[in-house]
């Protein structure tokens, strides 16, 4: 199996682009009016959904041993199997995180010991826990989880245009939707109206897919010094950009588009001159990223209900420290009981 080596600077911007979406996410701490950075980027989901779509095809270029049946049946149950392997790792923060927004707004009915609508509202839990709810229109209670609901249902055709061997045939089915997709995105891209979320996930990854097509191509070529000088140049200018744009508040989706394609093409093609800065920090921060993006927001709304509204500083104190301590003690959490149940598994 083919080992995907994480990029230390990849690794980092996962871990800013949750602290920005965090920042556009600020006005459900009532402090909608604020003045500050880094408004409008909510267009970061983009860069996770390019970014899944493009480890998901650089998992699948690789030999793999036929399963028994049809092409297409192998195809199906390799995608179902990298789905499930994938997303089952997110459920402890999901069920934390869904339980404590369910709390948080329907808490009052059992004070009151209204156990029938406290009843009526909790009976869509169950689909937000599996990560199910974007197949409906009623959406979710825990806001950020469309991305991760959306990004799995569609993942197993993903999986499935990723494991395409013609790469001219998977190029064009990744290449087309997704052009179309955000040519068009004034009236879809950020709207959450059924089924965009799921037609949103969907183009985002395809485009991830041909992505990864660019980038093997380019990183199979021989550059010379000079040609090799540029790609580092114009990933620092990236880099750069990406952060000068989001802290003004610039929102300018095909900037941001471009910028993010810039940034993971010329990273993994590894002709550039910047070190992998692949360090345990960076490394840690990446994995903190999907915790602190399904905690952050039902925090919020714990906070406005203990902080009285003066007290805006400590609002966001609490909002983004709480957040990235809660995130650590989840992973903690976490890979101590995959620590345990290896020893088990080995013991047996």
């Not at 709207?191 to 985002?204: E, F, K, L, V």
Request: glycine content about 6%.
């Amino acid at each position: 199996m083919q080992a995907l080596k994480k990029d230390g600077k990849i690794e980092l911007l996962r871990f800013l682009a949750i602290l920005f979406i965090m920042s556009d996410h600020m006005g459900h701490l009532g402090l909608k009016d604020l003045s500050r950075p880094f408004t409008g980027t909510w267009v970061f989901v983009e860069f996770f959904l390019f970014l899944s779509g493009f480890l998901t095809a650089k998992h699948f270029d690789k030999p793999q041993a036929q399963l028994s049946g049809s092409r297409l049946e192998s195809y199906v149950t390799n995608g179902v199997v990298y789905t499930y392997k994938k997303y089952v790792r997110f459920l402890p923060y999901v069920t934390i995180a869904v339980l404590s927004e369910y709390i948080v707004r329907y808490y009052e009915y059992l004070g009151n010991h209204d156990f029938y609508h406290f009843y009526e509202n909790m009976q869509e839990m169950p689909l937000e826990i599996l990560m199910l709810s974007s197949a409906g229109n009623i959406g979710t209670r825990l806001f950020p989880l469309w991305y991760l609901s959306s990004s799995m249902l569609v993942s197993p055709f993903i999986c499935m245009v990723s494991q395409i061997k013609n790469k001219y045939v998977k190029g064009i089915i990744a290449f087309y939707p997704a052009v179309f997709y955000y040519l068009n995105r004034s009236r879809s891209i950020g709207a959450h109206d059924y089924p965009n979320q799921i037609i949103r996930a969907m183009c985002g990854m395809l485009l991830g897919v041909f992505v990864y097509l660019l980038s093997e191509n380019l990183k199979s070529r021989t550059l010379s010094k000079a040609a090799r000088g540029w790609i580092t140049f114009f990933l620092t200018f990236s880099f750069c950009a990406i952060l000068f744009v989001s802290y003004n508040g610039y929102v300018h989706i095909t900037t941001y588009l471009l910028l993010f394609i810039a940034v993971i093409l010329l990273t993994f093609s590894e002709q550039s001159y910047l070190p992998r800065f692949s360090n345990k920090l960076f490394l840690y921060m990446g994995k903190l990223s999907m915790p602190m993006y399904l905690f952050h927001y039902s925090l919020a709304h714990w906070i406005v209900l203990a902080i009285p509204e003066q007290y805006v500083a400590a609002k966001i104190l609490v909002y983004y420290i709480g957040s990235i301590l809660l995130s650590m003690a989840g992973l903690a959490l976490v890979n101590y009981v995959s620590r345990v149940r290896a020893k088990r598994k080995a013991v047996s």
